[in-house]
Nanobody, 116 residues
Framework: QVQLVESGGGLVQAGGSLRLSCTASGRIFMLYAMGWFRQAPGKERELVASINPSGSSTYATDSVKGRFTISRDNAKNTMYLQMTSLKSEDTAVYYC?????????WGQGTQVTVAS
């Protein structure tokens, strides 16, 4: 049974930083691409960042480039999203995922609230 558990969300002032973590279990961690989506109230879920299985290639959506960094530690079965220079528009529930298509699993989500 695949499980993804997120942590690290919370309330932060604009300009501040947070680090989200996503720890996975149930299958071989290093074999799967992973990433983060977010969903703000009244908006569609959007891809924030993704990372390939080895961690050698990453993607970040334009609105977070230069502010958010995705990384992973395959020895710890954990993926991270380091978020800096946070803005009010980053407020959302952040979801981690592992895998693609019918083999994709999701975490339960963690709330990030940026106060302006």
């Amino acid at each position: 049974q695949v499980q993804l558990v997120e942590s690290g969300g919370g309330l932060v002032q604009a300009g501040g930083s947070l680090r989200l973590s996503c720890t996975a279990s149930g299958r071989i961690f290093m074999l799967y691409a992973m990433g983060w989506f977010r969903q703000a109230p009244g908006k569609e879920r959007e891809l924030v960042a993704s990372i390939n299985p080895s961690g050698s290639s990453t993607y970040a959506t334009d609105s977070v480039k230069g502010r958010f960094t995705i990384s992973r530690d395959n020895a710890k079965n954990t993926m991270y999203l380091q978020m800096t220079s946070l803005k009010s528009e980053d407020t959302a529930v952040y979801y981690c995922y592992q895998g693609q298509g019918s083999s994709r699993y999701w975490g339960q989500g963690t709330q990030v609230t940026v106060a302006s």
